[in-house]
T-cell receptor, first 113, second 113 residues
């Protein structure tokens, strides 16, 4: 079993839908939780990160962490075709020094007009 | 700022050939990383560096070597390429104050025949 599990999809939704992307993990020591967005044939770019449990909102994006269930989510409101990409979750025990995040496999999202 | 750049963008090798992938960053970042990304496997860490002159093994280091002679450059070498090394290779960097954000390059698509 991988430390971080993420359904690869693809997840196909109509424009304007609310999208929910999820990851589960097994290592309870993870404290930092990141979401990266990767467009086709590009490198990943950081979308959001949260520390420990709780919610964080940035425009149409909300990241949620439930440490008791070892479950994290990324919600996208009013999804747009430009949101079509692969979304990778990543987690880390520390934020400094030998920072080595563990990545999920990524979920492919397709938002069709 | 160019950010993180990778050379070359594409390469086709024959089994047994050698090559070096170059990663350069102009953000004065301390930390640099080499990943490979394969379908369904997510990002897997090959080697990383926490500073000039230092390197360390990641999750999948076999068949690869690295060097960090200058702070801005991180080289990934394949001494004797194998078809199993066909992949997309991403370099990333992170600054001391970047906390959880890694900055990724555009990737190098390598095919080993």
């Amino acid at each position: 079993q991988k430390e971080v599990e993420q359904d690869p999809g693809p997840l196909s939704v109509p424009e304007g839908a609310i999208v929910s992307l999820n990851c589960t993990y097994s290592n309870s020591a993870f404290q930092y939780f990141m979401w990266y967005r990767q467009y086709s044939r590009k490198g990943p770019e950081l979308l959001m990160y949260t520390y420990s449990s709780g919610n964080k909102e940035d425009g149409r994006f909300t990241a949620q962490v439930d440490k008791s269930s070892k479950y994290i989510s990324l919600f996208i409101r009013d999804s747009q075709p430009s949101d079509s990409a692969t979304y990778l979750c990543a987690m880390s025990i520390t934020s400094g020094g030998s920072y080595i995040p563990t990545f999920g496999r990524g979920t492919s999202l397709i938002v069709h007009p | 700022n160019a950010g993180v750049t990778q050379t070359p963008k594409f390469r086709v090798l024959k089994t047994g050939q050698s090559m070096t992938l170059l990663c350069a960053q102009d953000m004065n970042h301390e930390y640099m990383y080499w990943y490979r990304q394969d379908p369904g496997m997510g990002l897997r860490l090959i080697h990383y560096s926490v500073g000039e002159g230092t390197t360390a093994k990641g999750e999948v280091p076999d068949g690869y070597n690295v060097s960090r002679l200058k702070k801005q450059n991180f080289l990934l070498g394949l001494e004797s390429a194998a078809p199993s090394q066909t992949s997309v290779y991403f370099c990333a960097s992170r600054g001391v104050s970047s906390y959880n954000e890694q900055f990724f390059g555009p990737g190098t698509r390598l095919t080993v025949l």
